[in-house]
């Protein structure tokens, strides 16, 4: 195990009915509130007005920020911090899923960053500046934006989607409310999950050796997402269920699976490029890449984690370990199938393979796959991969 710092200071406020506990956290920043939010899930549910509600009564000034895009622009992003410095905006308060999260984190920091915040915050991808204070309601279990410093912001005309973070930039706090995810889709609900799983697997295929309290949280987690997704899908209001995969999605990006490991991520690099390119949900395009990435990087040095996997995450019983591992990746494969996931790239719209090698070169420019991840990846494999996805797989 490597050495680490672990230091999570979000103030977690997780369960039912806790949403009167608002004011009161906001008030430690001040009464000038920027409440960012979405395309309009929060006012559909009702939950758009109780916060106002609840801020009106605290007397806040609310200025509010709407229309967040599904894979967050750096246009709004920009807007958003111009509305922070004409309003003296004390606090940001994000309500929504990643996109909302990680919008308003790069708000947080470019209020304070002059000049283009493309080329002036995203770029830089590391931000150690000043940041006003983030507090978030979250709405969607999948990225744990919501307990880390990171955020992702797409720049379209540029075909490009980035990565980017910083200390300063953590919630101060989340609200985490199960019943918040009660509206979510099945569809959405299945790309979080997707999120949370990949999460979780980006860390534990690790070259680092020594990681058992790391590898068995993430077994846990993963088998948590594993019994709880399909609950969800059939009964959206059930709370434990949701409960959990919402606490899952938190523990599975807030360092506690990743810390002590070194190594870069291989599926997010890829999937960024995706939807950079074709602007796909974030979740789906992780779920069709990842079983083609596991066979693919499946080796004789590879196997024993492979089959580790199949036998701690899906109770998979065989003696021969390439087997094994062959059956980990189709019953990974079968899971997200089951549970609506189009397995393919056609089947979410990108028919043509015309952009695979610019996407390849991106993904390897963007990331230091080709160095450092579990197994190095060069634009050749990253190519492979994507072709790979161009049509249903079996494994075994
Ligand atoms: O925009 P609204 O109307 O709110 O609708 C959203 C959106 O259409 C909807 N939704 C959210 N909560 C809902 C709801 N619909 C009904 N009821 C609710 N309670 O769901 C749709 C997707 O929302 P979005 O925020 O885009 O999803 P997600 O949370 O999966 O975030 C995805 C973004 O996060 C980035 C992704 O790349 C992507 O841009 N990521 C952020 C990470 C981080 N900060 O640590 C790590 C991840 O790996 C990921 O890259
Ligand atoms: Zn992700």
Redesign the pocket.
């Known amino acids: 195990m490597e050495n680490f710092n672990f230091h999570v200071t979000t103030d977690i406020r997780f369960g039912k009915d806790r949403l009167s506990e608002l004011p009161e956290v906001l008030n430690v920043f001040g009464k000038k509130v920027l409440l960012v ?9 009702g ?1 758009y007005d109780r916060v106002v509600q609840l801020l009106t009564d605290n007397g806040s000034t609310i200025v509010e920020l709407s ?6 622009r750096i246009e709004t992003v920009t807007k958003g911090a111009q509305l922070c410095r004409a309003h003296q905006i004390d606090v940001i308060l994000a ?8 919008c308003s ?1 790069a708000i947080a920091g470019g209020t304070f960053v002059e000049g283009d915040l493309w080329e002036n915050l995203v770029l830089k991808r590391r931000y150690n500046g000043p940041a006003l204070p983030l507090v978030t309601i ?8 919501e307990m ?7 720049n379209m005309a540029t075909q490009q ?1 980035l ?1 980017m ?1 910083g200390k300063n930039l953590l919630p101060k706090a989340s609200f985490l409310d199960p019943t ?6 099945a569809y ?1 609900t299945t ?2 999950s997707a ?1 949370i799983f ?2 979780l697997m980006e860390n534990y295929f690790n070259a680092t050796p020594g990681t058992d309290v790391q590898d068995g949280v993430a077994e846990g987690l993963m088998k948590t997402v594993i019994k709880n997704l399909p609950i969800a899908l059939k009964d959206p209001e059930n709370y434990d269920a949701r409960a959990n995969l919402m606490w899952a ?1 938190t523990l599975a ?1 807030n360092g506690l699976t990743g810390s002590g490991k070194q190594g870069t ?1 291989s599926c ?1 690099a890829m ?2 490029e995706l ?1 950079a390119f074709y602007d796909i ?3 789906m395009g ?1 779920a069709i890449l990842t079983p083609r990435w596991m066979a693919h990087i499946l080796n004789d040095v590879t196997v024993p984690k492979f089959a580790r996997f199949a036998k701690e995450v899906w109770g998979i019983q065989d003696e021969n370990p390439e087997q094994a591992a062959k059956k980990g990746i189709q019953a990974l494969y079968d899971f997200f199938l089951e549970n609506g996931v189009p397995m393919t790239l056609p089947a979410v719209g990108i028919d043509t393979e015309k952009d695979f090698e610019k996407m390849a070169q991106q993904a390897v420019a963007h990331s230091t796959i080709a160095t450092s991840a579990f197994v190095p990846l060069s634009e050749k494999d990253v190519v492979a991969i994507y072709q790979a996805c161009m049509s249903e797989s079996t494994f075994v």
């Open positions: 939010y979405g395309g309009g899930s929060i006012k559909r549910n939950l229309g967040v895009e599904p894979n967050p309500v929504g899923g990643g996109s909302v999260i990680d984190k979250l709405t969607l279990a999948a990225t744990g934006s880390n410093s990171g955020g992702v912001i797409s989607k990565g973070g918040n995810t009660f509206t979510v889709n959405q790309a979080g999120d990949s999460h999605s990006l991520w997010h999937e960024h939807s949900t974030h979740g992780l």
